[in-house]
């Protein structure tokens, strides 16, 4: 059975990033459904899978990584105005029955994503 998952890492400090704030939306035409908001535990990973069993359907979802919050609570000094405030990464499910990872490497001035397995 098919699910989605994330893992994100700080790669400016070479760790997982823990208590990283995520919000998870469906998008079906102009309307965005928030299905959750869940935190990355010590392993810059989700306690469980964003979607699975009977919520994991195929669509259109959005993931919004809250990078600033992170970012300012492990220290970092940024601008008044953040480069990146928040990481939006939008991507489709089209077959429920496979693992979709949508990973998210992280840093102040730049990411970068895949689709993961």
Known sequence: MGR???HVLDTARGTPAANLAIDLYKITGNTEQKLKSVS???DGR???PLLEGDSFNPGKYKLIFHAAQYLEEKGD???KTPFLDQV???FGIDDAEQHY???LLLSAYGY???RGS
């Open 77 to 79: 000094v940024l601008p």
């Open 88 to 90: 939006v990464i939008a």
């Open 112 to 114: 970068s994503t895949y």
């Open 101 to 103: 990872h949508v990973p």
């Open 4 to 6: 989605l998952t994330t």
């Open 40 to 42: 990355t535990n010590g």
């Open 46 to 48: 989700c306690d469980k």
